[in-house]
């Protein structure tokens, strides 16, 4: 368990969550299990219901009856709960990142860093790959992963040059990639670069962003009056959802007034005005947490 994953604010998160006698919480990203592991550990009288839909996490489950893990996206916990008539729950975690497991591992296709398979699945069994996207999206579809999940602003050339290759002979290692991306980089962005490339087309290939909207807005509905929610991010796009939802009530941001002004049916008490960031110590330890963002709010 200590090898899969580095957990990012672990303290932060635990005291976030405001972990009471009796609860049922749910780790919505179980990956290495340490903040379940935390929470059981926080209080003896809790539960634990946790989701990974990356099947290599199942491994670092231990035997505790307190905890039940499924192998399932977290846009899905609201089956779970209801079959195993959970109507209300009192805390939720989440972390958005790739594992330090996912980075490492050279054949699952997360990182640049080896020249391997182009993947990029968070759950290995999907069909859908990175290698799918870039040898059979047209131009319109790359341009737009590339600039709205990447931000590169040069998804046009990219994207054109992509469908240029492909026709040659198909695009399916990240070496391939990396190649094709070298004359749009600028020296010493070269790290930075393509890492946006990679998390436009994980994005994309696992559906992050719809599936943390509906995630976050089916989960109104099982939080009990008071129950916290702590969320960790790792760039702009999610953290724009996190802090719409948590500021609105719904993903979209969009605020309900009445006559005379006044915010209609407030969903939650933002707990984090600002996000909290990792401190210099926790950077020095583990450099993948230096663009984590955590936010907290209670429910109403």
Not at 12 to 24: F, P, R, S, Y
Not at 203 to 229: C, H, P, Q, W
Not at 281 to 289: G, T
Request: charged share 30%; proline share 2%.
């Amino acid at each position: 368990m200590s090898m899969y994953h580095v957990p990012i604010l672990l303290n932060e998160v635990i005291h976030g969550l405001q972990i009471k006698k009796g609860g049922v919480y749910v780790d919505m990203t179980f990956g290495s299990g340490k903040y379940s592991k935390a929470i059981l550990d926080a209080e003896r009288k809790v539960n634990v219901i946790a989701f990974d839909c990356d099947s290599d996490a199942l491994a670092n489950k231990w035997q505790d009856k307190r905890l039940k893990l499924f192998h399932a996206n977290f846009r899905f916990f609201n089956h779970f709960l209801d079959y195993l008539n959970i109507e209300k729950i009192d805390g939720i975690v989440a972390d958005l990142g790739v594992s330090s497991h996912q980075f490492d591992t050279a054949e699952r296709g997360f990182s640049f860093r080896f020249n391997t398979k182009l993947d990029l699945r968070m759950n290995s069994h999907a069909k859908f790959d990175a290698t799918t996207i870039i040898n059979t999206y047209s131009f319109d579809e790359l341009n737009k992963i590339l600039f709205e999940y990447g931000e590169i602003k040069e998804s046009k050339l990219i994207a054109k040059e992509i469908i240029a290759i492909r026709e040659q002979k198909p695009i399916t290692t990240t070496q391939q990639l990396v190649e094709l991306l070298k004359p749009y980089v600028k020296n010493g962005k070269e790290h930075k670069f393509y890492a946006k490339v990679f998390q436009a087309l994980r994005i994309e290939v696992n559906d992050e962003l719809n599936a943390l909207k509906e995630m976050l807005n089916k989960s109104i509905d099982y939080l009990n009056t008071g129950a916290r929610f702590c969320i960790v991010t790792y760039h702009s796009l999610e953290d724009g959802i996190v802090k719409n939802f948590f500021r609105t009530g719904n993903t979209d941001g969009l605020i309900t007034k009445d006559v005379k002004g006044n915010v209609v049916g407030e969903v939650f008490r933002n707990i984090t005005k600002k996000p909290i960031t990792p401190n210099e110590q926790e950077l020095h330890e583990n450099q993948r947490a230096r663009s984590a963002k955590l936010r907290i709010a209670e429910r109403l």
